[in-house]
């Protein structure tokens, strides 16, 4: 089993940067594939973006490709989101969620996911 807990999320201007990250605990992190969501209000939770056991083939959804990229450190316990040139609809909570799997990429389905973060308000101003 492991807890996840986010941090790093806030109000930002548009074309602003955040980096959300992700700490985790409990055991055998690297067994874990990672994910981001979001859900704004009104709207049902989409992937963000995600990342395999190891580290590799980190994906991201369409809507923020070129923006937004996953990162992971196994040493540590953490798994980022750093988030550039950001739009006022990148407005969400955005959830860290973890599956264990050796999968080498990370499913965008939220119901493959069994752990979750209580999330972190990203806030993005016109």
């Known amino acids: 089993q492991v807890q996840l807990v986010e941090s790093g999320g806030g109000l930002v201007q548009a074309g602003g940067s955040l980096r959300l990250s992700c700490a985790a605990s409990g055991r055998a992190f690297s067994s874990y594939v990672m994910g981001w969501f979001r859900q704004a209000p009104g709207k049902e939770r989409e992937f963000v973006a995600g990342?395999?056991?190891?580290?590799?083939?980190?994906r991201t959804a369409n809507s923020v490709k070129g923006r937004f990229t996953i990162s992971r450190d196994n040493a540590k316990n953490t798994v980022h989101l750093q988030m550039n040139s950001l739009k006022p609809e990148d407005t969400a909570v955005y959830y860290c969620?973890?599956?264990?799997?050796?999968?080498?990429?990370?499913?965008?389905?939220?119901?493959?996911?069994?752990?979750w973060g209580q999330g972190t308000q990203v806030t993005v101003s016109s």
């Open positions: 969620a973890a599956r264990m799997s050796w999968s080498v990429s990370a499913s965008a389905s939220a119901s493959e996911y069994a752990y």
């Open positions: 990342i395999s056991s190891i580290g590799g083939n980190p």
